[in-house]
C-alpha cells in the first residue's frame, strides 16, 4: 500500500488549497478514504472521508468549506479546500484501514497566514 500526498502549501485566509492523495497497492475503488490532519501540538483530528460507493462525511468544522472526491480510475482521492482559515493550518494526510491495518500516508503541509 502506498499513498502519496500533494498539493500543500501556503494561502492567505479565505484562498482556497487542492489536496490529492495518489495511492497504489490495493483495490482502491472498493476501500473507504479518509483525510486527517494534525496541528502542533494537537492530536491528530479526522476531517473527511468518501466510502466506495462515493458517501462523504466530514467534521463540522469543515463542512461547507471542503469537499472530498474520488478518480476511482486513477487511484486518487481528492480534498478541495475553500475559505480557508487560520485555524485550518496542519499537515494533512489520507488514511484508509485495510484488513485490520491502518495506512498513512506522509503527509502534506498546509498553512493559512494573514
Known amino acids: 500500500v502506498r499513498l502519496v500526498e500533494s498539493g500543500g502549501g501556503l494561502v492567505q485566509p479565505g484562498g482556497s488549497l487542492r489536496l490529492s492523495c495518489a495511492t497504489s497497492?490495493?483495490?482502491?475503488?472498493?476501500?473507504?478514504m479518509s483525510w486527517y490532519r494534525q496541528a502542533p501540538g494537537n492530536q491528530r483530528e479526522w476531517v473527511a472521508t468518501?466510502?466506495?460507493?462515493?458517501?462523504?462525511y466530514y467534521t463540522d468544522s469543515v463542512k461547507g468549506r471542503f469537499t472530498i472526491s474520488r478518480d476511482n480510475a486513477i487511484n486518487t482521492v481528492y480534498l478541495q479546500m475553500n475559505s480557508l482559515k487560520p485555524e485550518d493550518t496542519a499537515i494533512y494526510s489520507c488514511?484508509?484501514?485495510?484488513?485490520?491495518?491502518?495506512?498513512w500516508g506522509q503527509g502534506t503541509q498546509v498553512t493559512v497566514y494573514s
Open positions: 488514511y484508509l484501514r485495510r484488513n485490520g491495518v491502518d495506512f
Open positions: 497497492g490495493f483495490g482502491f475503488s472498493v476501500t473507504t
Open positions: 468518501i466510502t466506495a460507493g462515493k458517501n462523504t
